[in-house]
């Protein structure tokens, strides 16, 4: 029996979520028939993270077993050809026992906000759009509060699988401001898009409850429209409790960024700054 | 009787084209749908241009008449509340009779072809991607061949209109390449993706014929890999033979940019260069 981790990026707006459900499109239903297909048997992935409906990844991870006889490092190739809004980009074998959400150590997702003047159809699945500018230092500053290990629950939704914990640790939470030119929109004004600004949220940590990452979005996001204080980050999250947290920020801004199998790995991740406070905006 | 004109914008990855075709959405029934809900009658609207499936619009224009109430000035805010992928910028009052067809002088399209070692899912249906760099001085070179008053009919499909003339004339081409930094890929590497090169063709000109734009295109591509030399494009223009020009670039590259009521107006368009060969390459 092998077992094999592939490693997969997908768009996820034209999906209602990872995780199969009947008679609606899931990417572990399309990775499954395509998977399957390639491999001659029946085939089951196990992915590290079940994100929502229009959820985004870069690197989601996913697992399978079975005794299929394509070498591991063709499995992309063949099985990009029958995919067309999901892509595989590496797959290696794995020892027996290996699964990607139990052998998971850590993730990153990344958040993205945008302000433009006009709202941009092309973005409308891609981000989180606002009409006004965010204030990057007092979210910066509201991040640090949420650095180490704490009880997350003032972050999470019900609904979520039940929980023996949940405290979780966040080893890195960065604010990235970038202003001008974008994939769409700016193209029609040739290029560039003076008037629009991002905000690109990157946050790793060991694990992540229900919803815990838009939930944390729209705090921060609330601190950089000067509705809340920096300082309130940290009283919701000593309160432990979800109604003072606010508004979950909307599933097209998230993206799963990257999954993690050892902590050096984790470590080594540029895009995860990690630990101390004094690394909070200094990434990417 | 009133006339009103909108310029609309579209995503056209979701829209079996413009032109209402049954059991297939259309932007032309979204569109006359939403307008017809806020005027409280029947409305029925001529695009400037009829684009085809995949292809996109940020300035589309579409007339409309009828004797609803609601001023021109809110119809944009009205009719948003009722779309996703398409959005109207702004509305205008006409004189009786304008067309936004027969009245437009000009139209400026933007096609965008990108290389990337890694194929972006969420770029597919925004741009054409290959796998090879193209020669932007050589592309340069070529589109010079085709500014100024020709028969173009080597670069059109069969099955548009009847035609009385295939003579047009193209006033501006410019090439701009760009490297780097994207909407979608690049912020899975930290907001820069060094590998990614983008060239954005712009093309202006007072009319196109069907499929005119992605055939120049699909030959400026020919060109840019080395495939074909840029005097090839003097020699396919001067033969009048489609079976010369070669392939048809896809459509999600091509974008609609905007539409011309006066030849004053095109002539100031920042986006479109005008007229002599020198302009070519020096746009945005």
Redesign the interface.
């Known amino acids: 029996m092998r077992t094999v981790l592939i490693e997969t990026?997908?768009?996820g707006s034209g999906f209602h979520g990872w995780q199969i459900q009947p008679g609606v499109r899931t990417v572990q239903e399309e990775l499954e028939q395509a998977l399957s297909f390639i491999c001659g048997e029946p085939i089951r992935v196990q992915g590290s993270s079940r994100t929502d409906a229009g959820v985004?990844a870069?690197?989601q991870a996913a697992s399978f077993t079975g005794n299929f006889g394509i070498p591991a490092e063709r499995i992309p190739v063949a099985v990009?050809r029958l995919l067309?809004?999901?892509?595989v980009?590496k797959a290696e074998e794995k020892p027996e026992g290996f699964h990607a959400r139990y052998n998971a150590v850590g993730k990153t997702y990344?958040y993205?906000v945008s302000f433009t003047d006009?709202?941009d159809?092309?973005?409308?699945n891609?981000c989180y759009r606002l009409n006004k500018r965010l204030n990057t230092g007092n979210m910066e500053e509201a991040a640090t509060y949420l650095i180490g290990t704490h009880d997350f629950n003032a972050f999470r939704s019900s609904g979520g699988q039940r929980l023996r914990t949940t405290v979780r640790t966040v080893c890195g939470l960065s604010v990235?401001e970038?202003t001008g030119?974008?994939?769409?929109?700016p193209?029609?004004a040739?290029?560039a898009d003076p008037g629009r600004t991002e905000w690109?949220f990157r946050i790793t940590g060991d694990g992540f409850l229900y919803n815990m990452v838009r939930i944390i979005v729209g705090v921060l996001v609330e601190v950089g429209l000067g509705r809340r204080k920096p300082e309130d980050m940290k009283d919701i999250l000593d309160s432990g409790d979800r109604s003072r947290a606010g508004h979950t920020a909307p599933a097209g801004g998230l993206?799963l960024?990257r999954v993690y199998f050892s902590e050096a790995e984790m470590d080594r991740s540029?895009?995860a700054p990690v630990g101390t406070r004094s690394d909070i905006g200094k990434?990417?």
Do not use: Q
Request: no cysteine; net charge positive; proline share 3%.
């Open positions: 990026a997908y768009d985004h870069y690197g990009n067309s809004d999901i892509r980009g990344l993205r006009i709202p159809i092309f973005m409308r891609y990235s970038t030119r974008e994939g769409r929109a193209i029609a040739g290029g690109t993206y960024e540029k895009g990434t990417s």
